[in-house]
T-cell receptor, first 114, second 112 residues
């Protein structure tokens, strides 16, 4: 079945460092791909998305490109801030019979130190 | 905008007790889902619904029941609580496959 694999955390960075969180997926057809963020004590909220191959999603300085050839959707940010500290989830929404099953990775905790 | 509302926020149950976690959305979304979040496991899909009267199982449905009698509400029932069901539960809704999922604030459930 469909699945998402993302790098384990925690990831600890200093402010203004470059961030990469790896995400790869397994799915049939052409899924939509998402990054969600969860701040402490809150529910998840959408950070960015891409619905077809080669699309780049971006928001708040974060970017991710849908790479079908490598089945990847890595999250990047050029300069992280303390306020970016949160748990980041990669997710996919299947195409076809599992159209409405939003499948998540295990999450990556990011801690940014001043 | 209320969005997705979950109640209660916290609950402690004894083993064997039953209870219902409530989820309501006011965005007229057809698609609703329940997830549980456990350390190191991410979010796992319990049950989902693509519209009133239609539900289906996710990855971890055992021990849980759902129904969808209205577009707005999607309650999750624990039939006989077990310690393994200690978790944080999230309800989510979305308009369609290309729009974002909106999440509730979560219910932290402890089964003793």
């Amino acid at each position: 079945g469909d699945s998402v694999t993302q790098m384990e955390g925690p990831v600890t960075l200093s402010e203004e460092a470059f961030l990469t969180i790896n995400c790869t997926y397994t799915a049939t057809g052409y899924p939509s791909l998402f990054w969600y963020v969860q701040y402490p004590g809150e529910g998840l909220q959408l950070l960015l998305k891409a619905t077809k191959a080669d699309d780049k999603g971006s928001n708040k300085g974060f970017e991710a490109t849908y790479r079908k050839e490598t089945t990847s959707f890595h999250l990047e940010k050029g300069s992280v801030q303390v306020s970016d500290s949160a748990v980041y989830f990669c997710a996919l929404l299947g195409y076809g019979g599992a159209t409405n099953k939003l499948i998540f990775g295990t999450g990556t905790l990011l801690a940014v130190q001043p | 905008n209320a969005g997705v509302t979950q109640t209660p926020k916290f609950q402690v149950l004894k083993t064997g007790q039953s209870m219902t976690l409530q989820c309501a959305q006011d965005m007229n979304h057809e698609y609703m889902s329940w997830y549980r979040q456990d350390p190191g496991m991410g979010l796992r899909l319990i049950h989902y619904s693509v519209g009133a009267g239609i539900t289906d199982q996710g990855e971890v449905p055992n021990g849980y029941n759902v129904s969808r009698s209205t577009t707005e509400d999607f309650p999750l029932r624990l039939l006989s609580a077990a310690p393994s069901q200690t978790s944080v539960y999230f309800c989510a809704s979305m308009w369609d496959r290309n729009t974002e999922a909106f999440f509730g604030q979560g219910t932290r459930l402890t089964v003793v």
